[in-house]
Structures are given as C-alpha cells and as structure tokens.
C-alpha cells in the first residue's frame, strides 16, 4: 500500500475518535455552571454550601433578643422550606414568652428603655408597628424633650424642620392635624441619635436636612417621609432599625417602602434578603429589575443559603434554570475565577465543535480531505464553521443573553403630568423586541435540518467518488445530483413558508426571524456545498478526464509534420 493511501486509511479509522471526543468536550464545556448573563443553580448551590442558613441566622437573632426580625426570618426559612426552620419556630415561641411585654417593640434596646420603659405593659401584644407608639401626644413630647438636650448637629437640625409650613402633601407639624410629621421626624432624630442608620444614608440625609433648612421647605425630605411613614407602619422598632442599619440611600428606602406596598404578602422573604446578604441596597435593585422572576431566584437563593444570596446579588443576573449538571470541583473553580472558567467554557465549545466537523469530514466525504482542496483550506473552512456553531451553542446555552428581562412588576412608576401645548405629544418609547425560546428553538431546528442536508451531500459525493467509473461518467452523474445538492433551498423555502403558516396560525409567536432564519440557512448550505465540495470536485474529474481522453505517442513514432518533411526532401 502506497504512503497517502495509508495516510487515508488511518485518517478514516481515526475520524469517529474525533467525533467522540469533540462531543465530549462540547458537552464538557457545557457542563461547567458559569454564564455570562445568567448564574446557574450549580454555582449557588456551591455558594452557600457551608454558608448559614436562614433558620441558623434566626436563631442567632433570638440569641441577641431581636424577637422582630427573627419572626420575619421565620417567615422566609418557612417559606423556602429550610430544614432548621422548626427549631427556630420553637426558639421564637419561646422567646414571646419569656419576653412577652418586649414583642410589640420587637425586642430589647437599652437605648430606648428610658425613654419608653420597654418591659411595662403597652397594652399591645405581638409585633407593633412603631409609629403606632411614637403618634401619641405624650411620645412625642417625651421624645422632643430627650432629642433637644442632643449634642448632635444633625438631630438638632432635624427638630429644626418642626416650624416649616411648606411641607407638601403633609399638614406642617406645627399645626393642628400635623402629627404625623411631627411623629417622622422625631422618629427620624431618634434613629439618627441612637446610630441605628447606615453612615452613607445619615450623611444623606443631614445633607437634606440642610438644603431644606436653607430653603425653608420640606423639599426632598418629603418623599423620605411618606417612605418612612410606610415603613414605620408596617415595621416594629427594632425591624426598622435592623433594615435601615442596612440601607445605604435614600433612594432605597422609598424603594423597600414601595416593595411593603405592591407585595405586602413577600415582605418577610424582602426583609430577611436584606438582613441576610447585608446590603438592602442590592436586594431592591435586584427587586425592582427582575420583578416577581427575581424575586422567585432570590427565593430559591435563600434556599441554598448566605453564600448563595451575597453571590446572586454580587452578579445582578437570574438564575439559568435550564443549565445542566456540573462538577462540585468546576462550581469551586467557577467561584474563584469567573472569567478564566467562561473562556474555558467558550473554547471548549470551539474546540468540541471543530473536531465534530472534521471527524466527520473526514469520515464522510474522501478520507483525504475534499477532492482537490489542500489541507490547510480545510482546516480553515471547517474553523469558520466551528466559529460559527459553537456561538449558536452560547446563544442557546444563554437564555438571557438576546432576551431581555420581561418588565418587572415592581417597577417604579410615577404619575406624569401633560402639559397641554402645540407641540405634538411624543409617543411612548416601547420596549425593544426580544427573542423569545419559541424563536430560539425555531432557528435552532432549522439549522439542524440544513446540517443533515449538508451531510446527506456529502455522503453522494463520496458515492461517487467511491465507484469504479471513468472520470467523465463521474462527472455526468455529479451533474444529475444536482437537484439533490440545490435540496438545502428547497428545504429552506419550505420552512420559511411553514414557520409564515403556523405563525398565521397562531400555532407559534409571530416572529419574523424565524421564519427567514430558513431561508438563510439554506442559502449558506447550498453555498458550502458547491463551492466547498462540488465545483472542486468536477474540477478535478475534468482534468482527470482530459488527460485520459489524450492520446499517448510512442518516442520513435515520427511525428505527421517531421514525414511531409523528409518526402519534401
């Protein structure tokens, strides 16, 4: 056997190898739990492995008499089905007992208990709200009187807002029917004297103070003031203190005030997300973008534990529900080196790919490579190819990445007022157009159907090539394939007209793309296949067929020209 024939041999038996082990490394790649815009139960799950648990952090709140917020925890472990949330059931029914006058303020605080002597009987049972406490005549005198011997600047300049008398939508707090302004903002001088706000949020906030002292109105004091109003109706003493210790604005606390308002029912899996991850600020973000999807992805967060949280809420992305199974030892090294492991993942579908195509180049068409085409334009080609499918792998693999988040339910949306004017109205801007998983899985159906026609290509012209036939008779019969090898059009046309149909239908989504989608597919295919793999292949029969058809001469046989020559001679 010559050295190419053995070369096409061994390339033959090696080809399935290729194919093998391309799809390993596809389904590898595929497998390890990192996403660009998205993040993977895997990768949670190895988050919060090790991390407390919503019923340990509860317990811990217990343990520090902060009975408030350990009953909203309580809420959230019950409601993502933590296993330790009975003992902390138990650890809190407990603590209503032996600490029953504490429960309406939510626990103990030795900073209110002068003023409020916190163990005497209230006369409320359960968990207070605490304006509830602070509205009264006598609180708010016994709090004026506490607040004004204050050496901080910042508390006597929040007192300093009593006489205003433009304060907006509330009655001014000097005048009759003005208690409930005079109840904020003595409830905001206490939490500011007893440090229970975050230092970012109480420097905004003696900033605003300021700026409406200097202009003698509420001003953007107000808005904080319906929030906090909001809050302060919903929230005990120590749950505001433990949320607002958290919260760095106050853009997020009219953010967690309107969370209270458009889903009161979720407040304790909102609450416990703030005091679990340490940032209010990123829970509502995370909230306010994703709606009620986010708020089941940071359920299911909560499930897997601290770690989890903080790692959902670092990224600001949702969960890929649809990702598969991966290795404990990749979801460890996709949390220490993110984008090392989302290369790696990229280049393993590249690779996975280039060697699926070239195994079963080489296994389908000539051994040797397509007829009259060197080597290197192989590689090349079936790179282009390999570029090409393995970012068709990303855009599937990643739900979100040409789909954009759904409007979230939770957004914020302010009254707008119209002017009435000559000037045209503008319309509404509209979301841009997304793709949707009907579409991507359309575009993915059609791309299969032209690879098998592709394929189905490939094996005629192998059987041609394969048959003990004169180049010439070769060529003719490539000519009479050549219906098979126009198939991806045909193909094409069809499914564009049948997505159009169905799309009339009413059987799938209107969606233009994917409709046309086939159409393309099947021009690219014909395309490689005739220009690939049919013109050089007819090329070669032609001159394998000319030099056939070429009659040979003997070396001594005298040539017709040389006989005329020697006879006129």
Same mark, same amino acid.
């Given at each position: 056997?010559?050295a190419?024939?053995?070369?096409?041999?061994? !390339?033959?038996?090696t080809?399935?190898?290729?194919?093998?082990?391309?799809?390993?490394? !596809?389904?590898?790649?595929?497998m390890?739990?990192?996403?660009?815009?998205?993040?993977?139960?895997?990768?949670?799950?190895?988050?919060?492995?090790?991390?407390?648990?919503?019923?340990?952090?509860?317990?811990d709140?217990?343990?520090?008499?902060?009975?408030?917020?350990?009953?909203?925890?309580?809420?959230?472990?019950?409601?993502?089905?933590d296993?330790?949330?009975?003992?902390l059931?138990?650890?809190?029914q407990?603590?209503? %007992?032996?600490?029953?006058?504490?429960?309406?303020?939510?626990?103990?605080?030795?900073?209110?208990?002068?003023?409020?002597?916190?163990?005497?009987?209230?006369?409320?049972?359960?968990?207070?709200?605490?304006l509830?406490?602070?509205?009264?005549?006598?609180?708010?005198?016994?709090?004026?009187?506490?607040?004004?011997?204050?050496?901080?600047?910042?508390? %006597?300049?929040?007192?300093?807002?009593?006489?205003?008398?433009?304060?907006?939508?509330?009655?001014?707090a000097?005048?009759?029917?003005?208690?409930?302004?005079?109840?904020?903002?003595?409830?905001?001088?206490l939490?500011?004297?007893?440090?229970?706000?975050?230092?970012?949020?109480?420097?905004?906030?003696?900033?605003?103070?300021?700026?409406?002292?200097?202009e003698?109105?509420?001003?953007?004091?107000?808005?904080?003031?319906?929030?906090?109003?909001?809050l302060?109706?919903?929230?005990?003493?120590?749950?505001?203190?433990?949320?607002?210790?958290?919260?760095?604005?106050?853009?997020?606390?009219?953010?967690?005030?309107?969370?209270?308002?458009?889903?009161p029912?979720?407040?304790?899996?909102?609450?416990?997300a703030?005091?679990?991850?340490?940032?209010s600020?990123?829970?509502?973000?995370?909230?306010?973008?994703?709606?009620?999807?986010?708020?089941?992805?940071l359920?299911?967060?909560?499930?897997?534990?601290?770690?989890?949280?903080?790692?959902?809420?670092?990224?600001?992305?949702?969960?890929?529900?649809? !990702?598969?199974?991966?290795?404990g030892?990749?979801?460890?090294?996709?949390?220490k080196?993110?984008?090392?492991?989302?290369?790696?993942?990229?280049?393993?579908?590249?690779?996975?790919?280039?060697?699926?195509?070239?195994?079963?180049?080489?296994?389908?068409?000539?051994p040797?490579?397509?007829?009259?085409?060197p080597?290197?334009m192989?590689?090349?080609?079936?790179?282009?190819?390999?570029?090409?499918?393995?970012?068709?792998?990303?855009?599937?693999?990643?739900?979100?990445?040409?789909?954009?988040?759904?409007?979230?339910?939770f957004?914020?949306?302010?009254?707008?007022?119209?002017?009435?004017?000559?000037?045209?109205?503008?319309?509404?801007?509209?979301?841009?157009?997304t793709?949707?998983?009907?579409?991507?899985?359309?575009?993915g159906?059609?791309?299969?159907?032209?690879?098998?026609?592709?394929?189905?290509?490939?094996?005629?012209?192998?059987?041609?090539?394969?048959?003990?036939?004169?180049?010439?008779?070769?060529?003719?019969?490539?000519?009479?394939?050549?219906?098979?090898?126009?198939?991806?059009?045909?193909?094409?046309?069809?499914?564009? !007209?049948?997505?159009?149909?169905? %799309?009339?239908?009413?059987?799938?989504?209107?969606?233009?793309?994917?409709?046309?989608?086939?159409?393309?597919?099947?021009?690219?295919?014909?395309?490689?296949?005739?220009?690939?793999?049919?013109?050089?292949?007819?090329?070669?029969?032609?001159?394998?067929?000319?030099?056939?058809?070429?009659?040979?001469?003997?070396?001594?046989?005298?040539?017709?020209?040389?006989?005329?020559?020697?006879?006129?001679?």
């Amino acid at each position: 056997m010559s050295a190419p024939a053995s070369h096409r041999s061994n !390339a033959t038996a090696t080809a399935p190898l290729w194919v093998i082990v391309g799809l390993v490394l !596809a389904v590898g790649a595929w497998m390890l739990p990192v996403n660009l815009t998205s993040v993977s139960p895997a990768l949670l799950r190895a988050a919060g492995s090790g991390t407390a648990t919503l019923g340990g952090y509860g317990r811990d709140l217990v343990d520090m008499e902060k009975i408030g917020p350990a009953q909203l925890v309580l809420a959230a472990a019950r409601a993502t089905d933590d296993p330790r949330a009975p003992m902390l059931a138990s650890a809190v029914q407990q603590a209503l %007992q032996d600490q029953a006058t504490l429960v309406p303020w939510g626990g103990w605080d030795p900073f209110l208990d002068p003023l409020f002597n916190l163990r005497s009987n209230s006369g409320y049972k359960g968990s207070t709200p605490v304006l509830t406490f602070f509205i009264t005549e006598k609180a708010r005198t016994a709090l004026r009187g506490y607040l004004s011997g204050s050496g901080s600047q910042g508390v %006597q300049a929040l007192l300093k807002l009593h006489p205003l008398t433009k304060t907006g939508r509330f009655v001014p707090a000097a005048q009759p029917g003005g208690q409930p302004l005079d109840a904020l903002i003595l409830l905001t001088g206490l939490l500011y004297q007893g440090e229970r706000l975050s230092a970012p949020l109480q420097r905004e906030l003696r900033a605003l103070t300021d700026v409406a002292l200097r202009e003698k109105q509420l001003g953007e004091l107000e808005p904080f003031c319906i929030n906090l109003l909001s809050l302060g109706r919903r929230l005990d003493w120590t749950q505001l203190s433990e949320l607002l210790r958290r919260t760095d604005s106050v853009k997020t606390v009219g953010e967690y005030a309107h969370l209270a308002r458009v889903a009161p029912n979720q407040l304790p899996l909102i609450y416990a997300a703030a005091l679990f991850s340490d940032s209010s600020d990123r829970v509502a973000l995370y909230l306010i973008t994703f709606g009620k999807a986010g708020l089941d992805d940071l359920k299911a967060a909560l499930g897997y534990g601290q770690g989890a949280v903080k790692q959902l809420l670092l990224h600001q992305v949702p969960i890929n529900r649809t !990702a598969g199974g991966s290795f404990g030892s990749a979801a460890e090294l996709a949390l220490k080196y993110p984008q090392l492991m989302l290369a790696l993942k990229y280049i393993g579908y590249f690779l996975g790919v280039w060697l699926v195509l070239r195994g079963l180049d080489r296994w389908l068409v000539a051994p040797g490579g397509a007829p009259g085409m060197p080597a290197a334009m192989g590689h090349m080609k079936a790179g282009m190819l390999a570029v090409l499918f393995a970012m068709l792998l990303v855009v599937v693999t990643e739900p979100f990445l040409l789909k954009a988040a759904p409007p979230s339910e939770f957004q914020l949306r302010l009254p707008v007022l119209v002017a009435i004017s000559n000037s045209p109205v503008a319309p509404p801007s509209q979301p841009p157009p997304t793709m949707d998983t009907s579409t991507l899985l359309s575009i993915g159906f059609f791309a299969a159907l032209q690879v098998a026609m592709y394929f189905i290509c490939l094996l005629k012209i192998r059987e041609v090539a394969r048959q003990p036939l004169s180049p010439l008779v070769k060529l003719r019969l490539m000519e009479n394939e050549e219906n098979l090898f126009d198939g991806g059009l045909y193909v094409g046309i069809g499914g564009t !007209a049948t997505a159009l149909v169905l %799309q009339v239908l009413g059987v799938i989504e209107p969606n233009l793309l994917a409709a046309y989608s086939s159409n393309l597919f099947g021009i690219t295919c014909v395309a490689l296949v005739k220009i690939r793999h049919v013109r050089p292949y007819k090329q070669q029969l032609i001159l394998e067929g000319q030099i056939g058809a070429a009659p040979v001469r003997e070396p001594n046989e005298p040539s017709l020209s040389s006989g005329r020559s020697s006879a006129a001679l």
